[in-house]
């Protein structure tokens, strides 16, 4: 049971490149969330899914995209990357509304310059 | 606008001692409440939760009291240990689907020998 794994760990992208960030999660999980973690702040919401096929934003959705195919698998898109989406992504997942808890990925460390 | 506030971005305890984080919050409609411990490198992992209608909740050395006149939750370890150095997250929830978390900025706690 690898729980909620992340690809790649660290990526440096120029100006206007895409990418996708990988999340997958072997714990049959319904809800999955990517966040971001800017230096000295807390983690910040930028979409969610509650399930295959379903996917919403949080509070920070602009410049990025997912989708959400199967259960397990939750890409994260960044299209025309800019400097101001330099951070530390962490996907997350946890069962439905009954399990409070979300479990983390370990992160991915993006640069963009 | 920063809904959930940790006001100490760091706190040093000498080994032992209690160690005690604060977490101030403005929106009355959060229903649940969590603290979640990150060490460098790593993502978050979930410490302890309190409903909102609790006042407190403990776990082994690990106690979270919510004062909700107040909008004030606090994280007591006792005894406080190295192992415990760490980022620690307050996290709210308001009530309804998806699970939604916002996240204070940290407290960087540091046990010292």
């Known amino acids: 049971n690898a729980g909620v794994t992340q690809t790649p760990k660290f990526r440096i992208l120029k100006i206007g490149q895409s990418m996708t960030l990988q999340c997958t999660q072997d714990m049959n999980h319904n809800y999955m969330y990517w966040y971001r973690q800017d230096p000295g702040m807390g983690l910040k919401l930028i979409y969610y899914s509650v399930g295959a096929g379903i996917t919403d934003k949080g509070e920070v959705p602009n410049g990025y995209n997912v989708s959400r195919s199967t259960t397990e698998d939750f890409p994260l898109r960044l299209e025309l990357a800019a400097p101001s989406q330099t951070s530390v992504y962490f996907c997350?997942?946890?069962?439905?509304?009954?399990?409070?808890?979300?479990?983390f990925g370990p992160g991915t460390r993006l640069t963009v310059t | 606008d920063q809904q959930v506030k940790q006001n100490s971005p760091s706190l040093s305890v000498q080994e032992g001692r209690i160690s005690i984080l604060n977490c101030d919050y403005t929106?009355?409609?959060?229903?649940?409440f969590l603290w979640y411990k990150k060490y460098p490198a790593e993502g978050p992992t979930f410490l302890i939760s309190i409903s909102s209608i609790k006042d407190k909740n403990e776990d082994g050395r690990f106690t979270v009291f919510l004062n909700k006149s107040a909008k004030h939750l606090s994280l007591h370890i006792v005894p406080s240990q190295p192992g415990d150095s760490a980022v620690y997250f307050c996290a709210a929830k308001v009530g309804g689907g998806g699970n939604k978390l916002t996240f204070g900025t940290g407290t960087q706690l540091k046990v010292e020998l």
């Open positions: 929106n009355s409609m959060f229903d649940y």
């Open positions: 997350a997942s946890s069962y439905r509304d009954r399990d409070l808890e979300q479990y």
